[in-house]
């Protein structure tokens, strides 16, 4: 029961137009706006914070498929009277004329005939030091000692014929022989495997200052810039009949185009669009054979050390030679200089 209205009293508010309430109100609505002011923000925070968390997961799983998915030999047994370890990294690249994986079409299609067996088309020593890199290509059909191996006497021998003899050991063993050099590590890729790479990556940036024109590997290159498909770079490493120096001048196209390839890898275009690095790292990972150890660190090192070539930063060597027609057994072989190859590995040796 309400209590009677005094005479002269005047009659109570409504709540809701109390000065009281109102001022309650206006509190209410000031701190809602303030909430609402600091809630996009923190909303935006939070996803940012969520996008890092599966960022991150994202890179340590790429690394570890990554990691399990490089194929191994065991290139670099020890053996009595091997080299000691000196300055700096080193690294034995080889490219094989494997035709495994490669169909009757393809054989064709690359011009890579039909031949059985393996040797190595490409052999390259790559030395990172205090001196920066040198690249060091090894004629194939250098005349050198190839060490005894499970049962057979040294010889001498063309030293890519090491590789058909006894495969990636072997070879890295008559490499270490001849040069005084301990390899750290060793790459090896085939015909397809090369193929697939440059491919993956959308093909592979070079300049050419004389035009590219061989009939047995099928290059048809002109003078200038271009980028080379997985097809034309095969050719282009390969061809060597065109040119009057022969396999030199093939080496030097070799340095050249696999200083492109890295820099081409490593490219912003490459490594921020998972639609290029994804399958590249694939092609790289069913293309390579590595010596046991070797993982993803040593090769973003190799990469950075190649790289580093085509930016004008390292040396492009060849052994130095004697003679390109010694004649053998064997055909005409390529004689080293042997002072002049020695004092070569002692400095890199040292450094």
Known sequence: MTNPQEPGQEPPLPPELSPRRQAEARGAKRRDRRSRRWRWPRR??????????????????TLVWAQTQLQHVDALADYSGRPAAGAGTNWLLVGSDSRDNLTAEQKQQYHTGSDQGRRTDTI???????DGTTLVSIPRDSWVTIPAYQGTAAHQSKINSAFGQGGAPLLVRTVETATGLRMDHYAEIGFAGFVNIVDALGGVHICLTAPVKDSKSGADLPVGCQTLDGQQALAFVRARYFDPTSDFGRMK????????????????????????????MNAVFEALLLSDGTGLLDLARLATALNSVSKGDGKELTVPISTGSYPTPD?????WNKQEAATLFEQLRQH
């Open 253 to 280: 196209r070799q340095q050249q185009f696999l200083s492109a390839l890295a820099d081409r890898f490593l490219s912003a275009d490459v490594l921020l669009n998972p639609f290029r690095i994804y399958p590249a």
């Open 44 to 61: 935006i925070v939070k996803t940012l914070l969520v996008l890092v968390v599966v960022l991150v997961l994202i890179g340590i799983g």
């Open 331 to 335: 055909g005409e072989a390529v004689l």
């Open 124 to 130: 390259i020593v790559l030395h990172t030091g205090s």
